[in-house]
């Protein structure tokens, strides 16, 4: 896996010419995530075709070597993976190390919980200071024992049953980690695993257990609540599988041509399940002129060439039964913020304070430092937009991949330079980011790091 550099690398956005083309982005990371290790294990050979390489993904494509799966990449986003069918993890030599991918770790504890091995999870000082309770209250319910630091953080050592228990479990807050985290380590327990979502989330582990096989129910109960039921100890069976392109990645090329005069750029086949398209609702509703063409379906998912085009925007309220469709989303949308008549109010967004940073208060310091009125609440933000000058200040990135780039994009539509202070985690999701960006017309320069 590779590791981030020991030295920061800040990184400077100035003003962008028009952003105009055709472009794809990398593949969606949540689907990379899940497809690595539903073909870990999986009877036979999976394909998958526009993996994001990414080092999140990396860890993971590592873990599942780790477990005894053969993961071979045989060029640029194209990958094997043969498994070791379910039930068949071996217990690997050393610690398995995420890095600084949450996704990875969480979905990974709940594939090992119900294999009767021991595993210790660690990752970089990001990962190991963000609490993992979630995932482990209904783990240690389902039998497995964990050792951990105190607030249930990395490292920790999972030890699973010789059985695990099956469960009904209501999710206390919506979250697809842990809606995920729960079916996987169904997939080896006997009976019926139980899921209850009072608010549905994003569906992707959904999609491609069925893809794979799995013995899979979803419906509603009368309350209106979605209900998923996993039979477990059923064989999976190896798929080919396309990965389309990721909208967290695309969100930043969204915001970046509504923003810079004179845009007009297209994202080819880019993922539009209705649970991921959150940002592209609340930006038509602040006037974004963004048009979705060629709709189609991509491997039980939808997919779509979404054109955007330079706009003015208007401030709006988002409503807080939006953020599960949106929640990767809203460091970009503050920036669109930044830029729009009148106010933007984020309501319900708690969940970014257990992010790779507290992204509330990173949005909040660094819009502050480059001229943005901005209002923090416990789990709000309200932006102002229009100053009339946006720019010229250095942002903390606190190892937070969504807060580099999105202040790179600030940059790039603003009236002065922004100065990012770390630009590795970029790495982390979307290491084309700047390439890509540089093609359409962006400009990013190096930066020496601020003395010690």
């Keep these: ?47 998958i075709d526009g993996l994001l390489e990414g080092d999140d993904v990396l860890a993971t494509a590592a873990a ?30 050393d610690c398995i190390d995420f890095g600084n991918s949450g996704t ?23 990962l190991r200071a963000r609490p993992m309770g979630r995932i482990l209250d209904p783990l240690r319910r389902m039998g497995v024992q964990v050792l951990a630091r105190s607030k249930d953080r990395l490292p920790l050592t999972l030890k699973g049953p010789d059985i695990t228990l099956p469960i009904e479990y209501r999710v206390p807050v919506p979250s697809a980690r842990v809606k995920s985290a729960v079916l996987f380590a169904g997939l080896n327990t006997p009976g019926i695993t139980t899921i209850i979502e009072p608010t549905p989330t994003r569906d992707h582990t959904e999609r491609l257990l069925e893809r794979f096989g799995a013995a899979l129910e979803v419906d509603r109960n009368e309350d209106g609540e ?40 297209t994202i080819e086949s880019m993922l539009l399940n209705p649970m991921r398209i959150g940002l592209i609702e609340t930006l038509v509703e602040m006037g974004g002129a ?57 309501n319900g967004i708690s969940e970014l304070r257990l992010k790779e940073s507290d ?17 923090e609440g416990p789990e709000s933000l309200a932006v102002t937009g229009g100053a009339a000058r946006i720019g010229g200040g250095t942002v903390a990135t606190r190892l937070d991949h969504r807060i580099a780039i999105s202040f790179l994009v600030l940059g790039l539509a603003g009236h002065a330079p922004v100065t990012i202070d770390d630009s590795r985690a970029i790495d982390t999701h979307f290491p084309e980011f700047q390439a890509l960006m540089n093609g359409l017309g962006a400009h990013f320069e190096r930066a020496e790091p601020a003395a010690a």
């Design 290 to 346: 963004i048009e979705i063409d060629n709709r189609r379906t991509v491997g039980g998912e939808a997919v779509g060439d979404v054109r955007v085009r330079a706009s003015r925007l208007r401030g709006v309220v988002v409503p807080a039964e939006r953020a599960p469709s949106m929640i990767d989303e809203y460091p970009a949308l503050a920036i669109a913020a930044a830029f729009a008549e009148g106010v933007t109010v984020m």
């Design 64 to 93: 599942m070597r780790a477990f005894g799966a053969i993961v071979t990449r045989t060029e640029p986003g194209r990958w094997r993976v043969r498994g070791v069918g379910v039930g068949g993890f071996l217990e690997p030599e």
């Design 1 to 47: 896996m590779p590791s981030m550099s020991p030295s920061p690398a800040p990184l400077v956005a100035a003003s962008a010419r028009p952003l105009q083309g055709r472009v794809r982005v990398p593949g969606d990371k949540s689907i990379s995530h899940r497809a690595l290790m539903l073909g870990a294990l999986a009877i036979g050979e999976t394909t």
């Design 359 to 375: 992204r509330i208060a990173a949005l909040a310091a660094g819009l502050g430092a480059n001229g943005v009125t901005v209002e």
């Design 104 to 126: 990875g770790a969480r979905l990974a504890m709940g594939l090992v919980a119900s294999q009767a091995i021991s595993v210790t999870f660690t990752g970089d000082a990001s």
């Design 226 to 265: 979605r209900v998923v039921r996993l039979e477990g100890r059923r064989d999976l069976k190896a798929q080919p599988l396309v990965i389309p392109g990721d909208p967290s990645s695309a969100a930043f090329l969204i915001v970046a041509a509504l923003l810079i005069d004179g845009s007009d750029l």
